[in-house]
């Protein structure tokens, strides 16, 4: 989902990892074929249903959840404390998470179904999920009346304004750059140019990039169409700002919040206590519930910890849940085997798609020969079992994920999906054609206990096939920053991408992109194909989405099975686990994890 | 007296300069820039640079370094997150809170875990060594002695998963670890805390019980003491009043060491039972490159460390009367 959000996951990936040393704990595959089978009908259903909602879709309330009731509190067990809570600050999973209970934007994620799976887009504090006349280059969005913030002041178009012009200013930097960069329409960060002091001296969006003719209209202006407009607007990031209440800087440890909560004690690191927001309205809000009177937040508990005292189901951990931890992997193949366990669970995808990369870079690796042999050679199993079996990863095809627009289950080039032991005499062959038998490969691997776990397996496949393979070990903690180098020595390693809403937009321009190769950046194969090139231009034109997310599986396709960049390797998984009464229960595959909006107390 | 006090708290500034140094030096040195931490999905050199700036980053490190004294010392009005009061050690690059703030907040959990813990190894540690010194060569020293053995051997990260597992989430004997503030409910304080001074205990009461037993039989052999049984003294007064206090400067020194560390911030223990105190914010502080908050944790556990040693050494004076410090 995020690329600061993978940076903290590969860190805190450490203090994970040593939950799991603490009991020991890995293994191997569970016959989890009804899991699967369940997670991927979910996924489909879900990529499948997402559309672009009008103004009956976008009228609140939300339906209620079957059997909810209201009142009581819910404990919710984090692993990591909010480092952001100021929306523009926002962009990993877990504060997106807790965003969906504080912050609304002009759009949102509907769901359509009961069971909480089925979503479209559509207009959250707007009427709609927005109206274009010519193309995507223009989108128009009306405010809905009587919305508010938690200090009763009315939302207005000042504040969508203040909202979109400070993500100018220098201290937001953690954020998504989408809009900014449609909005100066330019790549990076030049996009600061457009106002380099955000809104505060003086100075303003000019009306032929933001316009805000009355109270409640806001209306965008790019010069090349972005059909994916509703879709960003969704993102925690770009949820409303209060202009009267912009504190700037401290904005982001006391926002003034939108969304059915507010926050009424978060001390960092230790806990937080979310409270109603008595100024929100449900009619004016097609997508979230407030069933529960408060939200008590614990921080610094481990996967074991949170999914121990869970499966105890004692206490007030009756009414526990864990937003974004999961059901840690020493438990996770018990718990699913459980019934009564299990039908405490939730399970699904997260975005994250993982690949070996290929570093294009190294002349060694330029022969094409000697990718197939990589792409062959390479086993897929040792990777699943590290993380906990097939409960927790998925053989991946390509990079495109199953929850997102386009993802093609029937693509399986070098055929991981029906061998993932992978084929070292077909590898073999492919090298001595290459005449490159024995031939090093500098495998860069992270050192937490599942990188040794799943690089010894994997160095031993590929030796298999005839390759020299010299494992690198690299700390954890500075693991993407040692692989994004573009003088980097290793040939292999492995890393993982999760899309920012369910289009392939934003997974492969960013990976793939010859033109945005540099240092620090995420084109970690280093791939640079002129076809691949001119085709995300194309592609990024594209305003259907249907024919949008057909090209972007054709790119990724041409990328893996043509070019044989990188080698993909799974689609991660995850389990989650609450209390006995805790109600409402839904895995959102959009949020990557249990939706708190439907939660209510038993 | 005061004059040694004097020259061991200019000592110890000396050193906690000397560390801040080498803090400083070994951030620099790794292999990690925290503002790619900060950069974002589609961070880029422009972005990082603009980061680099924001943090202060893109100053010489020796500039650096003399803004962060001064800061410490003066405190500074220079932060956009909003004024620093000494001591300064500014705001955290991964959180925005103020370091000093987030230390003082962290500090009570810290303190109770150490206190407690500490109160229970010590009575448990001492009492059975000394225990098994007065029964020396019975079944007692003998189970008191491998007991301890077998104990300090093992480790919290063993022990606390095991005694989480058997006491709290199996038999729910006792309530799930967690801070709770003392004045607020000294009941939920207690009780959400005795698992992780149990483990503390078990652990360092071995190590004191080893120490204690072999302190007292060591001055049991003294001759002062021998001159005292020999002088018809009761074996129950001769034990307390001459060898128990000679035993002491050993103890004295170990538990010194061990309360400067354990105040520090004891790392394993809040990690394994989710506490949120001093060991679990520099875990914190190395895992997000956050060098404020690193240079703040390291001084303070410094602090602690150095000023129970002072604490330490003056105490030697009371309990032998031949140590004179000055």
Known sequence: MSRGGRHVYAALSVLAAGALVLTGCSKGGSDASDNNKQDKENAARQQKSIKFGDAADSTGPAPAVPGAKSGGSIEVLQRDSYAHLDPAQIYVSDEGSLATLLHRGLTGYKTTTADGKGHEVVGDLATDSGTTTDGGKTWKYTLKDGIKFADGTPITSADFRQTFERLFASYINQGPTYIQQWLADTAGADYRKLLPDGPYKGKHLPSTVLETPDAKTVIFHFKTAHADLPYALAMAGYAVVSAKGDTQVKYDKNPVTSGPYKIQSFKSGKSMVLVKNTNWDPKTDPIRHQY??????????????????????????????????????????????????????????????????????????????????????????????????????????????????????????????????????????????????????????????????????????????????????????????????????????????????????????????????????????????????????????????????????????????????????????????????????????????????????? | MLRFLVRRFLGAIVILFLLSIVTFLLFFGMPRDPGLLMCGKTCNPTSLANIHHVLGLDKPITTQYWIFLKNLVMG????????????????????????????????????????????????????????????????????????????????????????????????????????????????????????????????????????????????????????????GMSRRYVFFRYAWRGSLIPIVTIFGIDLGALLGGAIITEYTFSLPGLGNLAVQAVFFSDLPLLLGVMIFSATMILLFNIIVDACYAFIDPRVRLA
């Open chain 1, 292 to 602: 529960v009177d408060q939200f008590n937040f614990t921080f610094n508990q481990q996967f074991e910890t949170s999914t121990k005292a869970l499966l105890a189901d004692s206490g007030a951990d009756q009414t526990g849940i864990s937003f974004n931890n999961q059901v840690d992997a020493g438990n996770l193949s018990s718990v699913l085997k459980d019934p009564k366990m299990k039908s405490r669970t939730v399970s699904g995808y997260q975005p994250y798609v993982g690949q070996m990369n290929i570093n294009n870079s190294h002349p060694a690796m330029k022969d094409k020969l000697v990718r197939e042999a990589i792409a062959y050679a390479l086993p897929i199993t040792p990777f699943l079992r590290a993380f906990g079996g097939t409960d927790a990863m998925e053989v991946a095809g390509g990079t495109i994920s199953p929850t997102v627009s386009g993802y093609n289950a029937a693509f399986d080039p070098f055929g991981k999906k029906k061998n993932p032991a992978g084929d070292p005499v077909k590898a073999k062959a492919l090298l001595k054609k290459a005449g490159k038998l024995n031939m090093k490969l500098t495998f860069g691997y992270t050192n937490t206990p599942e990188g040794q776990q799943y690089s010894t397996a994997m160095a031993a496949g590929l030796k298999k096939a005839g390759f020299n393979v010299q494992r690198q070990e690299i700390p954890a903690e500075t693991y993407y920053d040692q692989v994004s180098k573009l003088d980097n020595n290793y040939d292999i390693f492995h890393t993982a991408w999760g899309a920012d809403w369910p289009s392939a937009s934003t997974v492969v321009p960013p990976l793939y992109d010859g033109r945005v190769i540099a240092d620090g950046a995420q084109n970690y194969s280093q791939v640079n194909d002129p076809k691949v090139n001119a085709d995300i231009d194309a592609a990024n034109k594209i305003t259907d989405p249907v024919k949008a997310a057909a090209a972007w599986e054709k790119i990724d396709e041409y990328l893996v099975k043509d070019l044989v960049s990188f080698v993909p390797t799974a689609y991660y998984k995850q389990t989650q686990i609450a209390g006995s009464k805790v109600g409402g229960l839904v895995y959102d595959d959009v949020l990557g994890g249990v939706d708190p909006r439907r939660l209510f107390v038993k």
């Open chain 2, 76 to 231: 500074s009005n220079g932060f956009a997150q909003g004024p620093c009061p000494a001591p300064c050690f500014g705001y955290s690059y991964h959180t925005n809170d103020q370091v000093w703030a987030t230390l003082i907040d962290r500090l009570p959990t810290t303190i109770s875990l150490t206190l407690g813990g500490a109160f229970f190894f010590l009575l448990i540690g001492l009492g059975t060594g000394l225990l098994a010194a007065w029964k020396r060569g019975t079944l007692i020293d003998k189970t008191a002695t491998a007991g301890a053995m077998v104990l300090s051997s093992m480790q919290i990260y063993f022990l606390g998963p095991l005694a989480l597992a058997l006491l709290v989430y199996q038999t729910h004997l006792f309530d799930k670890p967690a801070y709770n503030n003392f004045t607020a409910n000294p009941v939920s304080w207690f009780s959400g805390l005795i698992i992780p001074w149990v483990v503390l205990s078990t652990i360092f009461a071995a190590q004191y019980t080893r120490m204690a037993r072999s302190a007292m039989i060591e001055q049991l052999q003294e001759e002062h003491v021998r001159t005292a049984k020999a002088k």
